[in-house]
């Protein structure tokens, strides 16, 4: 069985950075393509960034192009994304997600079949 664990979220003030990792456990992480959603109270399921599999590429949303980067780490099964610059509109439930697809998506996260648990980043003075 496929899990997925998130960590690393926070309170950060504007500017910072946080760092949010992904385990996977019960299936190898470079076989599927992987993504990060979040939502925050009262909007949409926002996609940010994915990967597609076998270290494919990597796409991102315009809302956090050139801040966030999104990696994997095979030896340790393990998905990440580097959040730099963050802002207040940043603050939301962090998701990552997997399907075991060749390309991934951000237009909807109906297309992956596991998700974490989520995390919560906080972003304010």
């Known amino acids: 069985q496929v899990q997925l664990v998130e960590s690393g979220g926070g309170l950060v003030q504007p500017g910072g950075s946080l760092r949010l990792s992904c385990a996977t456990s019960?299936?190898?992480?470079?076989?599927?393509?992987a993504a990060w959603f979040r939502q925050a109270p009262g909007k949409e399921r926002e996609g940010l960034s994915c990967?597609?599999?076998?270290?494919?590429?990597?796409y991102y949303a315009d809302s956090v192009k050139g801040r966030f980067t999104i990696s994997r780490d095979s030896a340790k099964n393990t998905l990440y994304l580097q959040m730099n610059g963050l802002k207040p509109d940043d603050t939301a439930v962090y998701y990552c997600?997997?399907?075991?697809?060749?390309?991934?998506?951000?237009?909807?996260?109906?297309?992956?079949?596991?998700w974490g648990q989520g995390t919560q980043v906080t972003v304010s003075s």
């Open positions: 990967m597609d599999s076998n270290h494919g590429g990597k």
């Open positions: 019960g299936s190898t992480l470079d076989y599927g393509a």
């Open positions: 997600v997997l399907n075991w697809a060749r390309f991934c998506g951000l237009a909807t996260s109906r297309q992956y079949d596991y």
